[in-house]
């Protein structure tokens, strides 16, 4: 039976496969500037606080044609989509034994973000009295705060969300690696189950395993062996077509070390009834300088 | 000493004449600066594109304590004299020929009201002066979109672009009780319900655009002074808009607040499915099959691949619930995605129409290297969506030869605007003085007294009027204080 403290360093040994810290690939170029916060945080770590996450996330969101050599082919409407536009956040966050969150969000500008003027058509215009400049959240509500500090909107922090950290809490697990030989068994069982699993001709390390439903649907899975991990995920319509893809992006590291997590991205599709193009809604979202503490 | 009858007859009637002497004279005086009420005449526009000017008359002389005669009020004339169901120039007659009674009256028109203002702007009758509040001097290139048929339907371009943006987001539940889409359809049905008089601010090298091309002529221009206050808005909102449109007298912005609360709760929970995937991706189901296969492995059996169908048969309705589940993550993802494009394309393409008057104007800002998106774009066109690794391989390929020198992100650059006018629709040259810009303040915001722009102190319409009615302008304008 592992005692506490052997869980809990698994747990933030896990924690660390999974939100690993982004680098620069180039020597000669360096990860953004530690940021200026305006509000230092006020949460801290308690007697109840389990696991302590402090990061940096930019999403950049904007859609372009699926095929950008049909970009001439937009209404100026569709190209003013294209525009990236992006947030930028500096979290701290707290989770409790209980699953329940306090945390404290900054909105912030990173080095390298465009700064768009305010005559700027985004189509994400939003009144600045109503624009979220902080989030702070206690035992799971969340209170969205505009420049001035006034309050401009109240969420809350879902069922599902909360059981999803009491699950990682409570319900421990560790990351299995499989042999070569396991691997193996394991795409056959893979197969039994319904998977069609195919080699990546791209990638030697990467198996293909596609799931056809009764109804015409497929999902397609990315598992990457050296990572033993689901790296990415599509989603296929009844006719075929591609309908989302979610997916994960892990770079090279020096000989030794796992590969590290990039970027993750949403991608989905719609047909423009405007210009006939078919349009990719794109949101990409990389995590940053992330520490973790457990209690 | 004494003094005989007569004389005091002659003091007592000196003393009487002097008195009637001096008060003749402190009524002389009073009459030289006495200030004459002005009368004012104030034109609201039409009720879907117009709050109208209500209360603002009112207030004017009973707060801010203008000597003003509203002269189609009690006491004046019927409101049934002002009739812009007739259309510009015959609403416009018909109102010159009620104000024969009324002298050196100054009209305020909003909107189409000041289109009819300008119909009476001749100089042949008692309107001395006129102020064009958010009036479409030039046309509406909104109101263009909005009634101007196109194509063999019959649909506008506004009907068009709701037609399309209901079309992305079919299917999928987006309106989650805000009904942006629904009421700005509802808004634009009501434009078209009533094109023949909407038409009349259509701008003149549309067809149809007859009323401002009348108008703009050189014979046509008013005759008399006049001044024009013109809006735009800073932050241009769709939801702030359409709020303004059905809560005209409510200092909350409902449609907006809607608007932002779930565009909040959207993206927690685009957050919330990112570290849940990404948890499920590396301890998820698949960990336990793995888990599964580690313990057929150390078991010992001698043939693990027999094991291995028990096992699978085992794990099948597992695998299937997971892969339900992750369809509907991704089907609420999805739907997350189109809704907020299909919204912000509602958006873009109102703003755009309202800039069709002038050219696109575009800008460039420098983007830092390490959020560059064209090796997104590069890799989009060269392999496509539907092969992640490959995707996934040109992506780091592509930032692994990118030169570190930051590159420049194109973007479009709004004209000013009021939400329903850009700034040179609502121009008219020959002002008395340059015209009076009423900032962050929309098209239905223009009449309002008591609208306070962004952060300012004090609303900003009241000061408007007193830099006017203080004549130090023109004297044309000139509305004395109580």
Redesign the interface.
């Known amino acids: 039976m592992r005692n506490i403290h052997q869980i809990k360093l698994h747990y933030l040994v896990?924690c660390l496969?999974?939100?690993q810290l982004f680098s620069?690939?180039?020597d000669?170029?360096t990860d953004?500037e530690p940021l200026e916060i305006n509000n230092i945080s006020d949460i801290e770590m308690r007697d109840s606080t389990a696991l302590s996450i402090e990061y940096d996330i930019?999403t950049?969101?904007?859609?372009?044609p699926?095929?950008?050599?049909e970009r001439d082919l937009l209404t100026?409407?569709?190209?003013?989509?294209g525009?990236?536009k992006?947030?930028g956040r500096h979290v701290v966050q707290m989770v409790n034994d209980n699953g329940v969150i306090d945390a404290d969000i900054e909105m912030m500008n990173?080095?390298?973000?465009?700064?768009?003027?305010?005559?700027?058509?985004?189509?994400?215009?939003?009144?600045?009295a109503?624009e979220?400049d902080r989030i702070e959240v206690r035992a799971g509500q969340?209170q969205?705060y505009n420049s001035s500090g006034d309050k401009?909107?109240?969420?809350y922090q879902?069922p599902?969300?909360i059981a999803?950290f009491n699950s990682?809490l409570s319900d421990f697990?560790e990351?299995?690696?499989?042999?070569n030989?396991?691997m193996d068994?394991?795409i056959?069982?893979?197969e039994?189950?319904?998977f069609e699993a195919q080699t990546?001709a791209?990638?030697s390390q990467?198996e293909?395993l596609e799931?056809s439903?009764a109804d015409g649907?497929a999902?397609?899975l990315?598992?990457d062996k050296q990572l033993?991990?689901?790296?990415?995920?599509?989603?296929y319509d009844a006719e075929g077509e591609?309908?989302?893809?979610?997916?994960?992006?892990h770079?090279?590291s020096p000989s030794g070390e796992a590969p590290k997590l990039v970027s993750?991205?949403?991608?989905?599709f719609?047909d423009?009834?405007?210009s006939g193009v078919k349009?990719?809604?794109?949101?990409?979202?990389s995590i940053k300088n992330l520490t973790i503490q457990t209690n | 000493m004494y003094y005989t009858t007569k004389k005091v007859f002659i003091m007592k009637k000196a003393v009487l004449l002097s008195n009637l002497l001096l008060v003749l004279a402190i009524s002389l005086h009073a009459q030289n600066n006495s200030p004459e009420t002005r009368n004012t005449l104030w034109l609201d526009g039409l009720s879907t594109t117009s709050k109208g000017w209500d209360e603002t008359p009112r207030d004017l002389k009973n707060i801010y304590n203008y000597d003003l005669f509203n002269i189609i009020s009690l006491g004046g004339l019927p409101g049934s004299v002002y009739q812009p169901g007739l259309g510009t120039f015959d609403a416009a007659d018909e109102l010159a020929s009620h104000l024969g009674d009324y002298e050196n009256v100054l009209g305020i028109g909003h909107d189409f009201g000041g289109l009819v203002l300008r119909g009476m702007a001749d100089g042949t009758n008692n309107l001395s002066a006129i102020v064009l509040c958010g009036v479409p001097n030039q046309g509406s290139k909104g109101i263009e979109m909005a009634i101007q048929s196109t194509g063999v339907d019959g649909k506008s371009d506004a009907q068009w672009l709701i037609e399309g943006v209901e079309a992305i987001t079919d299917g999928y539940d987006c309106e989650d009780g805000c009904n942006m889409v629904d009421l700005f359809s509802t808004w634009i049905d009501e434009l078209e319900a009533n094109e023949a008089i909407f038409s009349e601010m259509l701008p003149g090298d549309a067809p149809g655009g007859d009323v401002i091309n009348t108008l703009n002529q050189e014979a046509n221009l008013p005759q008399i002074p006049h001044a024009v206050f013109w809006g735009s808005v800073e932050e241009f909102s769709i939801t702030s808009f359409l709020n303004s449109i059905y809560f005209p007298n409510s200092n909350v912005d409902h449609i907006t607040q809607c608007y932002v609360d779930n565009l909040n709760a959207w993206k927690e929970e685009i957050n919330d499915e990112r570290r849940e995937e990404r948890w499920d991706a590396v301890f998820g189901l698949f960990n336990d099959i793995k888990g599964g296969i580690r313990d057929l492995s150390t078991e010992g059996i001698s043939n693990p691949w027999s094991a291995i169908s028990s096992f699978a048969e085992g794990t099948i309705e597992s695998v299937r619930t997971w892969l339900n589940a992750n369809n509907e993550h991704d089907a609420e993802m999805e739907r997350i995605l189109r809704c907020e494009a299909a919204n912000q394309l509602l958006a873009i393409n109102w703003q755009l129409e309202l800039m069709k008057a002038e050219s696109v104007e575009t800008g460039t800002v420098q983007q830092g290297w390490v959020y560059d998106n064209t090796c997104e774009d590069e890799c989009a066109e060269t392999v496509g969506y539907s092969n992640w690794i490959a995707f996934r391989q040109c992506i780091v390929d592509c930032e692994d030869n990118q030169e570190p020198i930051p590159n420049m992100v194109t973007y479009y650059v709004t004209e000013e605007n009021d939400g329903l006018l850009n700034a040179n629709e609502q121009m008219l040259e020959g002002g008395a003085f340059p015209p009076y810009h009423l900032f962050n303040t929309n098209h239905f915001q223009e009449t309002s007294l008591y609208h306070k722009p962004g952060e300012a102190l004090a609303p900003l319409l009241p000061q408007a009027f007193e830099d006017l009615f203080d004549g130090s302008e023109s004297a044309a304008f000139c509305v004395p204080k109580q």
Do not use: W
């Open positions: 896990c496969i999974v939100f620069c690939k180039k000669e170029l953004p930019i950049a969101s904007y859609v372009t699926a095929d950008p050599s100026d409407a569709e190209k003013v989509l525009t990236p992006y947030e990173f080095e390298g973000m465009p700064d768009y003027p305010k005559k700027a058509l985004l189509g994400d215009e939003i009144p600045s109503f979220t969340y969205f401009v909107s109240t969420q879902s599902e969300d999803f990682i697990r990351k299995v690696m499989l042999s030989q396991e068994y394991m056959t069982a893979l039994e189950i319904g990546s791209l990638d990467v293909v799931y439903f649907r999902t397609k990315y598992f033993q991990e689901i790296v990415a995920r599509e989603q591609l309908r989302f893809v979610s997916g994960f992006i770079e090279p993750h991205h949403y991608i989905t719609f423009s009834p405007f349009m990719a809604i794109k949101k990409s979202s």
